[in-house]
Structures are given as structure tokens and as C-alpha cells.
């Protein structure tokens, strides 16, 4: 068992009633020494800009003794810093424009800088009924979860090493993805019905358990690209507040993908070799998403459920075809009143998931989905708010 020591620090205010700003920091000490530091400013005020823009940096730093791990990180440390800005420009009150990017560098990418705009326009005829169509680029790269800060307060530092699966060396994904949506406002509810399509390049796949000759490497993980696939699909999702304080959300979406292009034969090879359900041709996919927040007045207790279904998850068999599995993300934050002291509140917070990544949206609809084996992660401790 690789015992970790994990701190969490994050300080923010609201500035007047405009907006809210926030500064987030995590470090761990073991074999692998790592943290992060992110910051951020939101605006929550009913003006015609709403805008948000933050940065982060990371750095990880492996002194362990997994020979593959020592050897991906050969300059002693990795580093990456993000900056993003976005907004949301109310034009008038029936048409509304969001446009922004994110750029950030990697320092062990070939080509270290990715650059990813952002651009959508929202029609509103009326109060019941929503029109929206988007337009995206998103260069993302394999490992990108260890250094990117997630959505959620609570956050870890960088907590695994990975290497690339083969003598290709680590390449960048290239995502376009364009959407349509019509979203109908009920009593409590909303039902919107959407089409999207997709053109991946060089999609990452993400390998776990590849090798397990020691315990040291067990943490690591090996990453890849399965080649190029265009895809398209519909999808509907419906939203109901199930109680005054319970919400939750059915998203189901069916796509057909079509590989265009396969990897460089050496990664080919391997992929085959290792884990050929992640080498893909043309298929159907169907997926079901769920997601429930509730939290309970009495107990002041908060839960967060996500649970994914799909029928094309790379298997973990290696001699096995795609086939349907199931990821899921639970959080359970618990506040403790006996245990504040003036000012401050308590709360404990677990965590159970094997959801790989943070966040599905603007994501490729394969990157959980070439995700092999991943592992379940336990995260529980004590949250002190002044």
C-alpha cells in the first residue's frame, strides 16, 4: 500500500456582490512529490458579461524505484501551467454569446504549447425554450488528469507517473467537436434533445496494469494513441428536481464512429499486442449518464452520485472485445457541528470512484471509454472552512 500525506489549503472572498474569487493549493510528500496552485475569478452578478478567467500550475517530481517511471521522468520533474479565460455576453434577453480558451504548456510534450478556443451561441425565444450551438477545439494531452485542477473544491495533487505505451513517444489529442441543441423548460424540469460530431485525432488511449513486476509500479500507468475517428450521434437528457432538496439528471446518447486512421504501426503493434479492444473499427454506441445531488437538511449531509453505462468500454481482458461496463463517481460530505469552534465549520468528505476523468464535459465521447483498467480511488479526510 503506497501511503501518501496529502494537504489541502484554499483561501477566497466575494468581491461586493460582483463576483467570487478563490486560490487553491495541494502538495503531497512520498515517492512521487508533487503539487498544485490554481486561482480563479468568477462573476456571479446578473450583468451582460459573466466572465471567468484563472490559472493553475503543477509540478510532480518522482524519486521512487520503478525503472519506467524514473526513466518518463528524465529531467527530474514535469511542469505545467494553464491559463483560461471565458465569457458569457448576454447580448439581449433572447440571444446570448459564450466564447473563450484555454492555453497551456507542457514541458514533456514534443510540442509543448496547446491552444483551445471555444465558441457558442444560445437563442432564447422565449422563457420555456432554448436553442444552443456550439463550436470547440480541444488539444488535450495524455496525462493531463494528474496536473489539471478538477471542477470540484477538493482536489488532489499529481498522484501517479505514466510513460508512453510504445517507441512513439506521447502525442497530443485534437478534438473538433460541434453541437446542436433544443432544450424545453417544464415545471421542475427541462428535456433537451441534441446532435453533435465529432473529429478526433489521435485519440489517447490510457493503459492501467500493463505491468506488474514490483509494487513500485503499480502506480504507473502507460498512455497512447488508437488513431483518428469521426463521429456522430444524438442524444437526450432530462433534468427533474426530484424534492425541494434532491436533483438529478438521465442523459441517453447513441453514436455511430468511424476510425479513419489508425496509429503509427509501432503503437499499433502494441495495442494490438496488449490491449486489442482498444483498437477500434466502426461501431455503434449507446450510453446512459445519471447524475443525482441531494443533500439533507437535518443531518446537513450532501451527496453527489454520477453513474455511467456504456456498451464499448475497452475490456480488461486482453483477449476480450469492447462490451459494456460501468464507471461511477460518488462523494458523500458530512458537515460536524459539535466539532465548530467560533468561527469555523467542519465537515468530512469520502469519495469512491473509477471514473478516470474529472469531467465528461467537452470530452471526446472515446476518452473514458479507451480508458483499460483503471483503478478505484478512495479519497476521505477533514475540511475546516474559517
Excluded at 35 to 43: D, F, N, P, R, T
Excluded at 137 to 153: D, H, L
Excluded at 323 to 336: E, K, P, S
Amino acid at each position: 500500500v503506497d501511503k501518501q500525506h496529502v494537504a489541502f489549503f484554499k483561501v477566497g472572498a466575494p468581491v461586493g456582490s460582483h463576483g467570487d474569487w478563490n486560490v487553491r493549493a495541494a502538495m503531497n510528500q512520498s515517492d512521487l512529490s508533487s503539487w498544485m496552485l490554481a486561482g480563479s475569478y468568477v462573476v456571479t452578478a446578473q450583468v451582460p458579461h459573466r466572465y471567468q478567467f484563472g490559472m493553475s500550475y503543477s509540478l510532480q517530481r518522482y524519486e521512487g524505484g520503478n525503472t519506467a517511471a524514473l526513466m518518463a521522468v528524465a529531467d527530474t520533474a514535469r511542469n505545467v501551467g494553464s491559463v483560461f479565460a471565458y465569457d458569457e455576453w448576454e447580448i439581449s434577453r433572447y440571444i446570448s454569446i459564450g466564447y473563450g480558451a484555454n492555453y497551456a504548456h507542457y514541458d514533456y510534450l514534443r510540442g509543448p504549447s496547446l491552444f483551445s478556443p471555444r465558441v457558442s451561441a444560445t437563442f432564447s425565444p422565449s422563457k420555456a425554450w432554448r436553442v444552443r450551438a456550439s463550436v470547440a477545439r480541444e488539444v488535450s494531452a495524455p496525462g493531463a488528469e494528474e496536473f489539471i485542477p478538477p471542477t470540484s473544491a477538493e482536489y488532489l495533487p499529481p498522484q501517479r507517473t505514466f510513460s508512453s505505451i510504445s517507441s512513439a513517444g506521447i502525442r497530443t489529442q485534437a478534438l473538433q467537436n460541434y453541437a446542436f441543441g433544443v432544450e424545453r423548460v417544464l415545471n421542475g424540469a427541462s428535456l433537451g434533445l441534441r446532435v453533435f460530431d465529432q473529429r478526433i485525432d489521435d485519440q489517447t488511449v490510457t493503459v492501467f496494469g500493463l505491468r506488474r513486476e514490483t509494487v513500485s509500479s503499480l502506480g504507473h500507468y502507460y498512455v497512447g494513441a488508437a488513431g483518428n475517428a469521426a463521429v456522430r450521434g444524438v442524444g437526450v437528457t432530462f433534468t427533474h428536481a426530484l424534492a425541494t432538496n434532491v436533483r438529478g439528471s438521465v442523459d441517453y446518447s447513441f453514436a455511430t464512429a468511424d476510425w479513419t486512421a489508425v496509429s503509427t504501426p509501432g503503437e499499433y503493434a502494441v495495442l494490438s499486442r496488449w490491449v486489442p479492444s482498444a483498437v477500434r473499427s466502426k461501431e455503434r454506441i449507446h450510453d446512459v449518464t445519471t447524475t443525482l445531488e441531494g443533500e439533507i437538511p437535518y443531518s446537513a449531509t450532501r451527496v453527489v452520485v454520477l453513474y455511467k453505462l456504456n456498451d464499448a468500454f475497452s475490456a480488461a481482458d486482453p483477449v476480450a472485445a469492447p462490451g459494456f461496463g460501468v464507471r461511477f463517481d460518488v462523494r458523500v460530505t458530512q458537515a460536524l457541528p459539535f466539532m465548530n469552534f467560533r468561527t469555523s465549520q467542519w465537515e468530512m468528505l469520502v469519495g469512491v470512484r473509477n471514473l478516470f476523468h474529472d469531467s465528461l464535459e467537452h470530452a471526446s465521447i472515446y476518452d473514458e471509454l479507451l480508458v483499460v483498467r483503471p483503478p478505484k480511488r478512495l479519497v476521505g479526510g477533514l475540511t475546516v472552512k474559517f
